[in-house]
């Protein structure tokens, strides 16, 4: 594996050469290091930890303070991967000067290499002012849960021809406009690879199928540390939820029974030190 950072033209080379592209969401240090490691290609700072981390029913109430604090734990754990953070809802929806602000936040204060923005046509000005400004951006498109309510649940986008006709000229416009990639979530396989042909930037896939340029699961579905639900995209490689349920248990088990802590885990002074302590309370 290549020590070498990852950049939005490596990104590039890795679709030109055919080589899929691997991405992973991450809110911490410990997190971003261990992802680091793995030879992850790209880190996303996603504002989905409003649910996986926060305990939010939807990503809607994540503030920028929030993910600025997440995404500045991750670029201190992270140094290999293409670190993107994720603005959050109204964090770019209201003006393309809001944008351009908060986005800078993210390169300037929290040490991201990028930003993700969700949404089709309707944010072409947008990318556009922020990628004038030097700002590299990641589109999304298909299920944008910034528009949970609007869709009405989180449900599979672009069913129908016309609805899969508007995702492919979402994702021209965006290329158009410098996305250097784009996020294609829960979108029919066959649309996703369409538009992975068409495009000439990377394709992310979530719940979109095999054909797209990468991949991308949240950390905490990945690892079996989410489980109020389970979308079908996501693929469990560990149950590190129940193991930590054990732990605690055996923990509280230990301590209540008076195991813990032993004596290897526990500091003593020198006895001659504790005999001349106990003859000074003594004299007390």
């Known amino acids: 594996m290549s020590s070498r950072k990852v950049t939005v033209r490596t990104l590039r080379q890795k679709k030109r050469r055919g080589e899929p592209i691997t991405m992973m969401t991450a809110y911490d240090y410990p997190t971003a290091r261990w992802v680091d490691e793995a030879g992850i290609d790209v880190i996303l700072v996603g504002d989905s930890l409003g649910m996986v981390v926060l305990g939010y029913p939807n990503t809607l109430p994540v503030t920028m303070e929030a993910m600025l604090h997440h995404a500045k734990a991750v670029a201190r754990g992270a140094k290999r991967a293409l670190l993107v953070g994720d603005m959050p809802f109204m964090s770019y929806q209201v003006s393309i000067e809001t944008a351009l602000r908060n986005a800078g936040r993210f390169l300037q204060e929290a040490g991201m290499d990028a930003v993700k923005i969700e949404g089709g046509r309707e944010q072409v000005d947008t990318v556009r002012a922020l990628v004038e400004a030097g700002i590299p951006v990641m589109g999304h498109i298909g299920l944008t849960p910034q528009k949970v309510m609007q869709f009405g649940g989180f449900r599979l986008q672009g069913r129908t021809a016309e609805a899969a006709k508007r995702l492919v000229e979402d994702a021209l416009a965006l290329q158009e406009a410098g996305c250097f990639a784009l996020v294609l979530e829960m979108v029919p396989a066959q649309i996703a690879g369409y538009i992975t042909q068409r495009l000439d930037i990377p394709t992310i896939g979530i719940g979109a199928g095999p054909d797209c340029d990468g991949q991308v699961l949240v950390f ?46 526990s500091t003593y002074m020198e006895e001659e030190e504790w005999q001349t302590f106990l003859r000074l309370m003594q004299e007390t």
């Open 220 to 265: 905490h579905d990945l690892v079996g540390m989410f489980e109020e639900f389970t979308p079908k995209f996501v693929r469990r490689y560990a149950n590190i939820g129940a193991e930590i349920r054990k732990a605690l248990q055996a923990y509280k088990e230990d301590v209540e029974a008076r195991r813990f802590p032993a004596s290897e885990h």
